[in-house]
Nanobody
């Protein structure tokens, strides 16, 4: 079982940077893929960014590419999402995701609200 706890969400203005954090309850060295998804009100959950941990290969959605950066700290079992140039369209609950063997795990999410 893997528990994921997100933090860092906030009510912010457009522009600027914000960093989201995800802490795993187990060593992330044993996890294959971790990532961030988001769900805006009335919309389906969508991919933001993922990372294959062994190779550090990253994948971004078109809206996140060139603005967001996913990173990890294996010593702290942490995953991060640095959000630059925030936009109102980024308003959503951001969920951390982990895939270990064939099991998928989700965190409860952290709310990011971007005002114009």
């Amino acid at each position: 079982q893997v528990q994921l706890v997100e933090s860092g969400g906030d009510l912010v203005h457009s522009g600027g940077s914000l960093r989201l954090s995800c802490e795993a309850s187990v060593s992330i060295c044993g996890i294959t893929v971790m990532g961030w998804y988001r769900q805006a009100p009335g919309k389906q959950r969508e991919l933001v960014a993922t990372m294959t941990l062994m190779s550090s290969t990253t994948n971004y959605s078109d809206s996140a590419k060139d603005r967001f950066t996913i990173s990890k700290d294996t010593t702290k079992n942490m995953l991060y999402l640095k959000m630059h140039n925030r936009r109102p369209a980024d308003t959503a609950v951001y969920h951390c995701y982990a895939l270990r063997t064939t099991n998928a795990y989700w965190g409860q999410g952290t709310q990011v609200t971007v005002s114009s």
